[in-house]
């Protein structure tokens, strides 16, 4: 538990299952004020769920709707203290095989939901003179390559990029920005993942979890908590001398 994060405003974007799920309940666990925002969900207005906890609909690929939150939460003078970024998603093709459309639509999502939620969300942290903490879900993809993966690969690398670079313009205001990598994480994407990664290479799924795990010094893949307890780490006092960084949450898997 960590007291210093009561009643502290949390926007969660991508936060309806898998890891963004995580730590959505990490932070709740914690008093937090959680705001998940959500493809999926329908109402473009606040929802209360329950008590310091609220719902709302963004597609973070689209400039207007993250500008729209951005202001209703300057209005409603719950400016985040912290912006966690999980949104994401992957295609699987080999790249000679791949369609310019599933490149599109990672960088949409990816890298340009990434640089927009940053955009709009740090400048709501200035002007409202909060020393905030940005936080995006990134990828060991973004330091490796991956067969099958280009799009995706490609779309964490820009990640990245976006995050050493924002770090950097925004140190002087007192805003820390990181990002998480995670590794081989049980999620319903890993899953997916798995089953069509078997039909390009003519292997079943669960061989490929197989590999998975042979490659982990840890010897498993990760669950979605592991990677909620970093986030939780880098939104604490505990990382106050941290920014830029890209932190491996692979078993050992990556550790560059």
Request: hydrophobic share 40%.
């Amino acid at each position: 538990m960590f007291p210093e994060l009561k009643d502290k405003i949390v926007l969660v974007i991508g936060s309806n299952q898998g890891i963004g799920k995580a730590i959505v309940e990490t932070f709740l666990i914690n008093k937090s004020i959680v705001i998940a925002a959500d493809i999926s969900y329908k109402s473009s207005e606040l929802q209360a769920v329950y008590e310091n906890y609220f719902q709302i609909h963004l597609d973070v690929s689209k400039e207007l709707e993250v500008s729209n939150l951005s202001h209703l939460l300057y209005k409603k003078n719950w400016v985040p203290d912290i912006l966690v970024d999980v949104a994401g998603i992957s295609t699987m093709d080999f790249l000679v095989d791949s369609q310019t459309c599933d490149f599109d639509k990672n960088y949409q999502i990816n890298a340009r939901g990434t640089y927009l939620a940053a955009k709009y969300f740090t400048r709501a942290m200035i002007a409202g003179g909060k020393k905030g903490r940005v936080i995006a879900i990134a990828s060991q993809a973004g330091k490796n390559g991956y067969r099958g993966m280009s799009a995706y690969v490609a779309s964490k690398h820009a990640v990245l990029g976006l995050v050493r670079t924002l770090a950097i313009e925004t140190a002087a205001n007192n805003i820390l920005v990181n990002a998480v990598c995670p590794g081989i994480i049980e999620t319903e994407m890993k899953q997916r993942e798995r089953v069509e990664g078997g039909l390009l290479r003519g292997i079943s799924a669960e061989d490929i979890r197989q590999e998975d795990i042979s490659q982990v010094p840890l010897g498993r893949t990760g669950t979605t908590q592991d990677v909620a307890n970093v986030v939780l780490f880098l939104s604490s006092s505990l990382s106050s001398y941290m920014t830029g960084q890209a932190i491996n949450v692979t078993g050992g898997m990556t550790m560059h």
